[in-house]
């Protein structure tokens, strides 16, 4: 029966007092209470009266009178085959359930979202996973069930160490991994861990996520920026920096796009080296390199220095939001005690579900499929951008789910956002990801991976359009022929 879940009547937290009023008054009124207060709301189910009278150990008779007393009084609605349900009381409702006037209103929702960091959600495997979790409840021992080992599952680790050695050309053994929640978690676990071997300075990238700079700050660290060019981090920078630790994204930089140079790469190691510093490798996006073969993993470069962070948020869908860092072995036990100290770590059943998917290949696939359709969506963007904003407006489409669209430079940034939002368009000016304020081309962040083709067009005619309102009325163009003096690639910010 398809409802049949529903007919286990719910348990319901009623203390008696034995020494004290008749137990049916004193049930009565703690019911009363509770409705009164909103704790129990209009319309939710009460346990049947043999079920409370088992569960507080009194006569049913008892409990049947206190129903009829309160359905008598209008507290509850009492209708054969739903069972007793509280009644929808004005008011009483109010007290517990209106939101904090400071709670954070809802994000507005847009006809077209290009924000970066959502993977096609329609693509989301949800069949395998299923399936995956199906699996996992069935094979795991029941110790698995229990407390898992510090540094989170075994199997999980097993599969992702072999996972990164074979498609990141990574090194890390399973005993170098550490489960977490997420990239977010693992940079806060990383952090925590470094400012406790004494590290003071953290390096980030410019443009880059903000959030970054208040998690390093949390962690006790100060944070300074380093500026990324056309190659990526300027590592000639970086070392007139007091820094010697850094946090990258090699594979594909947000947010300008760009992948940081072999050379760049050789000069991060040895700098790393004569700092005696570490890297911290987001390995975001590296599963989508879409014109030529991906390029490795730092950490397979470097393993003493360099901790890689991954998760599955863009590859599978933040809703699943495991991740690993895989770290220099000197560093592994103060990470996990991090880690422990935080939280007991991500679900059991979900990272060995998570371990089966990989394992089985399952995963393999989807990321082949998605890459597909990432490629196509980006090829429908580059050539619906190219018609109506004219040639070399994007930036770092070799990789990833997101690229730069270079405006002209007569624009503000923020007043083609405001244009764009007004046409039901949501985009980000990348004056959002600069860590400090330096003359810029604007520029916006367009993420593609979960657009169809279909809003990516509409979506690029919209911005065309919101560009045109933005531009200076005196002189007014179309948006395709602003000045496209370009600066370096990924220059957006420099
Ligand atoms: C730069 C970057 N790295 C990694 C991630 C993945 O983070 P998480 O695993 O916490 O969802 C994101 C998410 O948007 C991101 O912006």
Known sequence: MAADWRRDAPDLMIALDRTGAPLGLQIQEQLRVAIREGRL??????????RLADHLGVSRGTVVEAYEQLVAEGYVDSAVGSGTRVARIPGAERRDRTPAPTAAAPPPRFEIDFEYGIPDLGSVPLRDWVWALGEATRTLPTAGLGDEEPAGSRHLRDVVTAYHRRVRAGCAAADEAVVVGGFRQGLAFTLATLARSGTEVLALEDPGPREHDVIARRAGLTAVPVPVDAEGLDVAALRASQARAVLVTPAHQCPTGVALSPSRRRELVAWAHEVDGVILEDDYDAEFRYDRQAVGSLQGLDPERVFALGSVSKTIAPAIRIGWVLAPPRFVEVLTQEKQLSSRGAPGLDQEALALLVESGRFDRHLRRVRDLYRTRRDALAQEVAAVFGPD???GLAAGCH???????????????EAARSLGVHVTGLRRYRLTERPAQPALLLAFGNLSEHQLVRGVHAIAEAVRRSQPRKGRRDASAGPSARPAAGAASH
């Open 41 to 50: 709301l209009g319309g939710e189910r009460l346990p049947s009266t043999r």
């Open 393 to 395: 407006r994007l930036e």
């Open 403 to 417: 690229t730069v669209l270079l405006l002209p430079l007569d624009v503000d940034e923020d007043a083609v956002v």
